[in-house]
T-cell receptor, first 114, second 116 residues
């Protein structure tokens, strides 16, 4: 799986939007971009994933650059419960795709201020 | 609609004892993954199992660690003769189908192992 780069930490105010960036300049054509988050003292939780087009779900939106070398996870209105470490992970898929493992980097620690 | 279950949630062992960690995947999931998270670090993959088979154990230490996922019952991660460096949070995840399809992994709450 290709490498990703994320800021170590970010701060946000409650009820404001948050944009969490991820660089993945060596992404290949078969890599999906996955986001997970880990709340304090809990297991990681799936947030969203995409390939080329922007994606929306009830938790967040994922904006993918046209060249796919970067992406941004968007939380539209941050709440205190969104304080977590957010991981951007690339997963190769398809025939002959990767082993089972997700490769977690250090992620971005998001703090949300009331 | 229960999620991934792990037990115990906390486990204390003395050096040299055995630790057995259990993971029940989500209903209908036949793919199980184990990860370890050392204090203040990210998760590291250990092993990927499908029912009765180890598919990828590239992240598993060669000695003292073993994993199984029998036809019936939970997946077990066993650590023999534990040492202080084994103290960590151990997370189990499961998925419905093969990771080659990009299947989402659903994580359990983890077992926090403390070796005295």
């Amino acid at each position: 799986d290709a490498k990703t780069t994320q800021p170590n930490s970010m701060e946000s105010n409650e009820e404001e939007p948050v944009h969490l960036p991820c660089n993945h300049s060596t992404i290949s054509g078969t890599d999906y971009i996955h986001w997970y988050r880990q709340l304090p003292s809990q297991g990681p939780e799936y947030v969203i994933h995409g390939l080329t087009s922007n994606v929306n779900n009830r938790m967040a939106s994922l904006a993918i650059a046209e060249d796919r070398k970067s992406s941004t996870l968007i939380l539209h209105r941050a709440t205190l419960r969104d304080a977590a470490v957010y991981y951007c992970i690339l997963r190769e898929t398809g025939y002959g795709g990767s082993q089972g493992n997700l490769i977690f980097g250090k992620g971005t620690k998001l703090s949300v201020k009331p | 609609n229960a999620g991934v279950m792990q037990n115990p949630r906390h486990l204390v062992r003395r050096r040299g004892q055995e630790a057995r960690l259990r993971c029940s995947p989500m209903k209908g999931h036949s793919h199980v993954y184990w990860y370890r998270q050392l204090p203040e670090e990210g998760l590291k993959f250990m092993v990927y199992l499908q029912k009765e088979n180890i598919i990828d154990e590239s992240g598993m230490p060669k000695e003292r660690f073993s994993a199984e996922f029998p036809k019936e019952g939970p997946s077990i991660l066993r650590i023999q003769q534990v040492v202080r460096g084994d103290s960590a949070a151990y997370f189990c995840a499961s998925s419905l189908s093969s990771p080659s399809l990009g299947e989402t992994q659903y994580f359990g709450p983890g077992t926090r192992l403390l070796v005295l």
